[in-house]
Each structure stands twice: as structure tokens, then as C-alpha cells.
């Protein structure tokens, strides 16, 4: 039995686990609860942990803290969905509390579980029991029990994965869509699969993947908070992040700092001193500064006359990043080149490519908000399992980033709607989220499986109406589910109807549909728009 493990066996740990999800990659996308063709747990959860796996890979014989620091690093930026977001930020606790070790034994191993939950459950702001955190959360307490017996890591990993198992199964009677769809929660179960394939590669049975998983290969970054502008009355809006280089107190560059301007926001960790500052003694900021460590960036912005220097950058090695042209910018994710010009149209900056099948990494969100030559950058995720990775972008840009939680692609294009360029970014805020709750959205789509959900008897193959987030019908005959939309929208009393029709929709057919609403809803303004999207024949908006 295995005692303690060092980096080298850390990296088989994760390169297994990341094998083992890809492996099981399709088995934990059909345990999403609707039967429609976008479970994308696994693929989420896949893409996110093979990014460490690369990385891993390249690095040659890593110690054990910098081990776990590339595969933190990695898979935060290679983060997609909701499930991979958090998988991410297990990893992140991980490697916080492996920082530094050279070995770890089944102690340390415990708390660094625990330290992955802690960042988990601090990152959701509502956290949900019958979910992955659910599981990792009992694994890591019972895991901490194990080691108080037995201080081999492998003893340690053994009860964890023991007592994973037993809050896996049990997801199903703590969730409620879960126990309607009589099955346990997909993230759950990837993370028992991570932490089975862990234990494979400590005692010498490291899973094999046929392929290895879409991987991006990234630089490390620091972890530190988000920022917020405020409205200001100094002239300089100064950014900076410094390496830490001495025992010097950040509390105390905070409190010269606090006398010299306002709209302070100063985020440390062991690692780095971020800091936001508005002042007109910009110089006396950083010459302050220096005495804590190196730079890594500075960035002083006159905000009276709306420009952007960038004084001291991070050489070669720093992202490509678009100066400051104005103070608003937004970036929108969508699929199809119809919806893409739609958003386009409306004064989007950048499309990012993605949504129901393909949610776009955190990299991704970062390197398309970096494009954008604004000093805040909006960003409309248009999807519930894009949120989560759009919120980590803040942290890997000196762009403040806004992300306006859009669920569908009509509440983005409601939003872009509200959207002004000559607004400050409090008010566009405050206008583009209110904005979400007036428009309905509805989706026709097909069954992936058959299954028996709320009510409904579903055949693969069946069309399927959603209504937001509800299963609204299902039917064999597509007519039948645009006639119950149309007549429910009339029922609400709406008055602009926005049909956007996909890609596997001939035009003929589309206009059908539009004619269907128009003659149903005779006081509703109808619209026809070719959206391009895949897997969803129609998507509807009506306000």
C-alpha cells in the first residue's frame, strides 16, 4: 500500500483521471436529465481535465506543488460548463494546499480534498445539494476521518472513493429532477470516476485513453479576485500586479494607497499583490509598489480623455491584448452565422462559436474578450452552462469583465437591445439584467433516448418543445408543438415574436412556422430570421 506520492505520481494521477473521464466521456453525458441532444457533462468535464493532462505531459519531472499548480492552471482556462468550471476549482484547492510539498502522505492528501471543496462551494453562489460538490464534499470529510486511522495515502484515497460511491447514489433521492428521471447526478459521477482513476495510477494501473481529449496549453497565472470599477474623481486609473518578492505586509501599500486616491481594490495571495487604483499621483502608486516586488503589469489609464497607455507589460510572454479604444466593449457566444449576425448587427464586438453541444472554454471567453479594445468588456454567455466559465475570466485580464448571466440566445439579443455604448457600466448593468426577465424563449428540438420525464412518454426521435427551462410537449409531428407555442403566447398576451430558424430548416418550412404564429397571434409583430443554429430547429423569442 502506497504511502506518500510525489510529483511524478501526482502527475499519473491526473493524467489517469483524464483518461478515465474521456473514456467515460459519453456514458456521463447521457446522464443529463432531459433527453435532448446536449448532455454535455462528460464532454465539459473531459476537455477540462485533459488540459491539465497536457501540460502534464510536457513538464519534465515536475515536483509535486508545481505539479498541481500546471494542472490548476491549466484546467482553469481550459474550464467548460458548469461541471468543468468546478472541477476546475477542486483542482485550484488542490494545489493551493500542495503548494510548496515535495511529497504528500494521506494527511496532507485530505486536507488538499478538502481545500478543493472549500474553493468550490465558496465559488457557487448557491450551492446545490445532489451535485458533484455534494460528492466531493463527503468524500473529502470522510477521507479526513481515514487519515486519522491510517496515514497511508492510498488508505486515505480508498475511503474517499468508498464514501463517493455511497453520495452518488445517494444524489438521486436529494435532487428532484434527478429522482424524476430516476437517475444519479453526471458531475457526481465524473468525480468518482477522477477519483478511481487516481487511485488506478497509485497502485500502478494507470487508465489508458484511446484518444487523448481536446486540450489547450496555457501559461500558470496567479489566482486573485474580481474587480469592479467605480466612478471616480482622480484623473489616473492605475493597474498593476506585482510579484511578491518580500514578507511585506500588502495591508500597508493598502493603507498608503487608500490616502492617496480612491476606488481602491487591492487582492492578494502568496504569489502576486493585484491593485486598482484612481489617483492623480499615479507615480508615486508605483514607486510605492516596487518595494513589495517586480512588476508584472502596469497599466494607467487617463480617464479624462478616454485613453490607455500601457507603461510596463510582461515582455514577450504577456496575451495579446487590445488596448483601450473606448470604455464599453461586448462579447457574445452563439452558434450559427445567422445568430452571429444578429448579435453583430447589434453592436456585439466579438463572437465566440459555441452553445448547447460545444460550450466554450474559459480560454476561450479570455482570448475573445482581450480582442475587444474596451476598457470594461460585457460579456452574454446565452447559455446556463457558459456562466460559470465566463465568470473566471475576470481574474486573467487587466479588463474589468461584466458578465450578464443570459440563459438563452433570445435574452442575449434582449440584452444587446438594452445595451448603450454612451452608458456608464452601472447603468447598463442594472438595464441589460432586467432586461432578461421580459423575454420568454422557447426551443424546438429532438430526443436524443427514449424516456419518461414529468409526465411525458418520449421516443428518441420525437420533436420536443422547451418553454424556458421546462419541457413544454413532445409530439411526432413538429406542427403540432408550434401550435401549442403559438397559441400559449397568445394566451400571455405578447406582442413581438422573434422566430429564428436553424440549420437543418429550409426557408419554406421556416416561413410556415412564422405564418402559423402570425395567423394564431394576429396582434403579435412576427419576425423570420435565419439563426444557422445546429440541434435546435427553432428558437423563439416572444416579449
Known amino acids: 500500500m502506497k504511502q506518500v506520492i510525489n510529483g511524478a505520481d501526482f502527475r499519473r494521477m491526473i493524467i489517469s483521471a483524464a483518461a478515465a473521464i474521456e473514456q467515460h466521456k459519453q456514458a456521463l453525458n447521457e446522464l443529463n436529465v432531459f433527453p435532448v441532444p446536449d448532455g454535455d457533462t462528460g464532454t465539459n468535464m473531459s476537455m477540462t481535465i485533459n488540459a491539465a493532462a497536457a501540460d502534464l505531459r510536457k513538464a519534465e519531472d515536475p515536483e509535486l506543488g508545481e505539479a498541481a499548480k500546471i494542472a490548476a492552471s491549466a484546467m482553469l482556462r481550459g474550464a467548460r460548463g458548469n461541471s468543468g468550471v468546478i472541477l476546475s476549482l477542486l483542482m485550484r484547492g488542490i494545489s493551493t494546499r500542495l503548494k510548496g510539498q515535495t511529497d504528500c502522505d494521506g494527511v496532507l492528501w485530505a486536507a488538499a480534498l478538502q481545500e478543493g471543496v472549500d474553493a468550490a462551494y465558496k465559488a457557487v453562489m448557491k450551492p446545490a445539494e445532489g451535485t458533484i460538490l455534494t460528492v466531493a464534499r463527503l468524500a473529502a470529510a470522510q477521507a479526513g476521518k481515514a487519515a486519522q486511522e491510517n496515514n497511508f495515502i492510498e488508505f486515505v484515497q480508498e475511503a474517499a472513493i468508498g464514501e463517493a460511491k455511497t453520495a452518488l447514489a445517494d444524489t438521486v433521492n436529494q435532487n428532484p429532477v434527478l429522482k424524476k428521471a430516476g437517475v444519479v447526478d453526471a458531475g457526481g459521477k465524473g468525480w468518482l470516476v477522477a477519483l478511481e482513476a487516481m487511485m488506478a495510477a497509485l497502485r500502478g494501473e494507470d487508465i489508458i485513453a484511446p484518444e487523448a481529449g481536446e486540450a489547450v496549453s496555457v501559461k500558470d497565472s496567479a489566482d486573485f479576485s474580481d474587480f469592479n470599477t467605480e466612478d471616480i474623481t482622480f484623473s489616473y486609473c492605475t493597474e498593476f500586479i506585482i510579484s511578491r518578492e518580500n514578507q511585506k505586509d500588502p495591508q500597508l501599500l493598502r493603507q498608503f494607497l487608500d490616502q492617496l486616491g480612491d476606488s481602491l481594490v487591492l487582492v492578494d495571495d502568496e504569489e502576486i499583490i493585484k491593485v486598482h487604483v484612481h489617483t492623480n499621483d499615479p507615480g508615486s502608486a508605483l514607486h510605492e509598489a516596487v518595494s513589495y516586488g517586480s512588476f508584472v503589469t502596469v497599466k494607467i489609464e487617463n480617464m479624462r480623455l478616454q485613453h490607455t497607455e500601457k507603461v510596463m507589460t510582461e515582455q514577450e510572454k504577456a496575451p495579446k491584448i487590445a488596448e483601450p479604444e473606448k470604455p464599453l466593449g461586448v462579447v457574445s457566444v452563439c452558434a450559427g452565422e445567422g445568430l452571429a449576425d444578429v448579435f453583430t448587427n447589434l453592436g456585439v464586438d466579438a463572437i465566440i462559436s459555441g452553445g448547447q453541444t460545444m460550450n466554450p472554454s474559459t480560454q476561450d471567453i479570455l482570448e475573445a474578450v482581450n480582442r475587444v479594445p474596451a476598457e470594461t468588456v460585457f460579456v452574454l454567455p446565452n447559455n446556463k452552462n457558459i456562466i460559470m466559465a465566463a465568470e473566471q475570466v475576470n481574474d486573467l485580464t487587466p479588463k474589468n469583465v461584466v458578465v450578464i448571466p443570459s440563459k438563452t440566445v433570445p435574452q442575449g439579443v434582449t440584452a444587446m437591445l438594452n445595451f448603450n455604448p454612451e452608458g456608464t457600466v452601472d447603468e447598463n448593468v442594472e438595464a441589460m439584467t432586467e432586461s432578461l426577465g421580459t423575454v420568454d424563449t422557447m426551443q424546438i428540438t429532438y430526443a436524443a433516448r427514449n424516456s419518461d ?55 419554406k418550412h421556416a416561413q410556415k412556422a412564422a405564418d402559423l404564429f402570425a395567423d394564431i397571434c394576429p396582434n403579435a409583430d412576427v419576425n423570420l430570421l435565419s439563426g444557422g443554429q445546429p440541434v435546435y430547429y427553432y428558437l423563439i423569442s416572444a416579449e
Do not use: M, P, W
Open 453 to 507: 420525464f414529468d409526465g411525458y412518454d418520449i421516443h428518441e426521435g420525437d420533436y420536443l418543445a422547451l418553454y424556458g427551462n421546462q419541457l413544454f410537449g413532445t409530439s411526432q409531428d413538429i406542427k403540432v408543438l408550434l401550435k401549442s407555442l403559438s397559441e400559449k403566447v397568445r394566451d400571455d398576451g405578447k406582442e413581438y415574436v422573434t422566430i429564428y430558424y436553424g440549420a437543418d430548416v429550409k426557408e
